[in-house]
C-alpha cells in the first residue's frame, strides 16, 4: 500500500495507534477490530477526512484516536525492531490473520507470532485444563494431543503448567504441529520453567500472542487469551477444571463462539459445571481421542458439502 520505505508499515502502525487510544478510552480491543474490518483501513480511521457510511465505533475510534497519528512513527519502529528480532505482526487487515479467529465476533486486532503459522492450522483443537492436573490427568491430555497430532491436528493450548504442558509435549513427541497462545508478551516466557518447551514450539509450530510484546502476565490477559485460542481452533477438549478454572471459561466461550466442546467422561462424572454444559448445544462427551477424530471428520465432511452447495 506504501511505496517508501518509511510507510512501510504505516497501516499496521495505524491498528497500534488506535489499540492505545482505545485503551484510554476503556475500549476493549475487539472493538477496534470490527472498526477496522468495516473500514478496511486503519489509517483510513486516523484520518480527518470523511470516512462515509460505516458502522458508529468507526467513527467513534477516529474521535478518540484523534492526535493519535504522532504515535505511528514509534509504532512503526517497534513493529520493524520484531520483524528484525525474528517476529512477524499481523492484523485484522492481512491475508494471514487466520481464517477461524476472524469469524469470531471478539476478534483480537493483531497478533504477535514466533515460529511459522500454517494453513492446516484452520484444523486445530484446544487442549485445555488445569494447572494442578491429576497424573491421570496428565496421561489423558498427552494422549489425546498424540493421537490429534498423528492425525495431522494442531493442537493448541495455553503454555501453562498441568494439562497446557502435557498437551505440548504430546504434540511435539507424535512429531506433530502445536500453538501456544499465550497471556503474555511475544517475549516472555511464562511460567519460567517452561522457557525450554516454548522455543520447543516455536521450533515446530507457533507461539502466538495478542499483547505487546513485553508484556507481563496480568488477571485481565488470560481471559482474553482464552478467547484467541477458543477462536482459532475448532473446538475445544477439557480434561480436568474446576467450576473456578479457566478451562471451564474457555468451554464457555467456545460454545458462545458456535464451536464444538469435547468434555473428557471422567470431568462429567466428576465436575457439576461440566454435567450442566454436557447439556448444551454443541458439547459432547467423550471417552478417548477416536471420538473427538469422529466429530473433526463428520465437521469436514459437513463443511465440504456445504461449499459445494454453494458453488
Known amino acids: 500500500m506504501f511505496d517508501t520505505p518509511a510507510g512501510k508499515y504505516q497501516e ?130 498427552t494422549r489425546l494431543a498424540e493421537g490429534l497430532a498423528q492425525q495431522g491436528v494442531t493442537v493448541l493450548s495455553g503454555l501453562a503448567r498441568g494439562i497446557d504442558t502435557a498437551a505440548h509435549i504430546g504434540a511435539l513427541e507424535a512429531g506433530g504441529r502445536t500453538m501456544a497462545v499465550m497471556g503474555t508478551g511475544i517475549h516472555l516466557r511464562y511460567p519460567r520453567e517452561n522457557a525450554g518447551l516454548a522455543d520447543r514450539i516455536e521450533g515446530a509450530g507457533a507461539l502466538v500472542s495478542q499483547f505487546w510484546p513485553d508484556a507481563p502476565p496480568a488477571r485481565w490477559s488470560f481471559p482474553m487469551r482464552n478467547v484467541v485460542m477458543s477462536g482459532l481452533a475448532l473446538g475445544t477438549v477439557v480434561i480436568q477444571a474446576s467450576a473456578t478454572s479457566g478451562a471451564k471459561m474457555q468451554a464457555r466461550l467456545a460454545l458462545e463462539h458456535g464451536k464444538l466442546v469435547f468434555l473428557h467422561r471422567s470431568l462429567v462424572l466428576g465436575e457439576e459445571w461440566a454435567r450442566r454444559y454436557a ?30 452447495r454453494l458453488a
Open 12 to 141: 499496521k502502525a495505524a491498528v497500534l495507534a488506535l489499540v492505545e487510544a482505545a485503551s484510554r478510552a476503556g475500549w476493549e480491543w475487539y472493538r477496534v477490530a470490527q472498526a477496522v474490518a468495516e473500514r478496511g483501513s486503519a489509517v483510513g480511521i486516523m484520518s480527518r477526512e470523511p470516512i462515509g457510511l460505516e458502522t458508529e465505533d468507526a467513527e467513534a475510534l477516529r474521535q478518540v484516536a484523534l492526535g493519535a497519528d504522532d504515535r505511528l512513527a514509534h509504532f512503526e519502529e517497534l513493529i520493524r525492531s520484531e520483524e528484525e528480532s525474528g517476529s512477524s505482526f499481523i492484523t485484522i487487515l492481512d491475508d494471514q490473520y487466520p481464517v477461524n479467529l476472524r469469524a469470531i465476533y471478539n476478534a483480537p486486532p493483531f497478533l504477535f507470532v514466533r515460529g511459522q503459522l500454517a494453513p492446516g492450522d484452520g484444523r486445530s483443537i484446544a487442549v485445555v485444563g488445569t494447572r494442578a492436573a491429576s497424573p491421570a490427568g496428565l496421561e489423558q491430555a
Open 279 to 308: 447439556d448444551r448445544r454443541g458439547a459432547l462427551v467423550f471417552d478417548d481421542v477416536d471420538d473427538v477424530l469422529d466429530h473433526l471428520v463428520q465437521l469436514s465432511h459437513a463443511e465440504t458439502y456445504q461449499q459445494l
